[in-house]
């Protein structure tokens, strides 16, 4: 949320322009466009505005102009970082991602759609040194961090983390499913890694909450015909959109993939995606952001990994206070992968000892969630 014009320009936030609707506010607002940055908007019908309006230390990000008024709001002092073509995405965006934008096309085949196009560049150059590719991932990463921060300030946000194996029709990503249900009923902002398996049905839980409990089922038995994104993306992707062409509108969650993962897909149930290059731009953003907490579901070893660094700022504190940390299937992480047990160690004597849980069932976490967070 944006505060109106007419307000101080306090932070760097009150002055960002991130459509068209919000450039003729400020411009009929405030009449001048000093000192804002205006961010992926085309500006190509606003010629005559720019051409007048006081644009002293304006900063223009991908914003297509007329050359004229390019020239003049750099001979008034602006910066202009024009777009750049031949892109699948826009390193320069001001929000963060619908799935419909991402999906675009998929009724020619998953191939043809944004996510996948901008995969494939990705594959293309990042190994071939170009300082020019990689400044564009990290420009476009660092544009998302700042979307995914205006999206969720003031919320409260839990995250859920867990593999991307998780079949559709099996009772744990049906445990998935109300696990992200009740949580979003309950008032929190559901936050996942954005691909399949657990992450899907975490998303697929919040997306469900204002309906009835009957939809959750219906859908989970509509969603088991195409357990899997393998072999075929596009058959599993139509299915998760038929849902939502049937009950739209549902609740939103976010999604925080990478096409670092090209292989996982992200899922259409989160109604917010910020899709990362950077991997670990993505796991650190994601749990950073899980400030009521992060519950962790069975995974292999990107769900390790992800025990392990939100465990680190907790254990230093090095965030504050530290956040609760919910583990469970107690069979998965004492004995499959001894997780818990280190973590335990790791915490004891700290802070953080009170702010973990273990425990056997799925519909055990809100309550932990709930008790850790006093």
Not at 36 to 49: E, I, K, P, S
Not at 120 to 130: H, I, L, V
Not at 138 to 155: C, K, Q, R, T, Y
Not at 249 to 257: C, E, K
Request: proline content about 8%.
């Amino acid at each position: 949320m944006h505060p109106t014009p007419a307000q101080p320009l306090d932070g760097s936030h009150d002055r960002e322009i991130e459509s068209l609707a919000e450039f003729d506010e400020v411009v009929a607002a405030v009449g001048s466009l000093a000192h804002y940055r205006v961010q992926a908007v085309d500006l190509t019908d606003r010629t005559d505005v720019l051409l007048t309006v006081d644009s002293a230390g304006a900063v223009f990000l991908g914003c297509p102009m007329a050359p004229e008024a390019a020239a003049k709001v750099r001979a008034a002092g602006a910066l202009v970082f024009p777009p750049v073509p031949g892109l699948p995405f826009d390193p320069y965006r001001g929000i963060v991602y619908s799935p419909d934008e991402l999906f675009a096309s998929l009724d020619e085949g998953y191939e043809a759609t944004p996510d996948a196009r901008a995969y494939a560049w990705f594959q293309r150059t990042k190994a071939d040194g170009d300082v020019f590719a990689s400044m564009l991932r990290a420009i476009h990463d660092d544009s998302v961090s700042d979307a995914l921060d205006e999206l969720l300030a003031g919320a409260r946000v839990v995250g859920v983390m867990g593999g991307h194996a998780m079949a559709r029709g099996t009772l744990p990503y049906e445990g998935a499913a109300r696990l992200g249900r009740e949580l979003a009923r309950a008032g929190f902002t559901v936050a996942t890694g954005g691909g399949p398996g657990a992450m899907e049905a975490a998303n697929l839980g919040a997306y469900a909450a204002p309906f009835d409990d009957g939809m959750l089922t219906e859908v989970l038995q509509l969603l088991a015909r195409t357990p899997l994104f393998a072999p075929s993306v596009t058959d599993w992707a139509r299915a998760a959109f038929a849902v939502r062409e049937r009950w739209p509108s549902g609740g939103p969650s976010v999604g925080i993939p990478t096409w670092f993962y090209g292989h996982e897909p992200p899922n259409a149930f989160a109604g917010h995606i910020a899709k990362y290059f950077a991997n670990a731009t993505r796991e650190d953003g994601l749990l950073a952001r899980s400030n009521a907490g992060v519950v962790f579901l069975p995974g292999a070893a990107g769900t390790v990994q992800e025990i392990f660094d939100n465990a680190t700022p907790n254990y230093y504190e090095s965030r504050g206070e530290p956040t609760p940390m919910v583990l469970v299937n107690r069979a998965h992480w004492t004995e499959k992968l001894p997780t818990w047990p280190l973590l335990q160690s790791l915490a004891r004597e700290r802070s953080m000892e009170s702010r973990i849980a273990l425990v056997d069932r799925i519909e055990e976490a809100p309550e932990a969630l709930k008790r850790l967070g006093g």
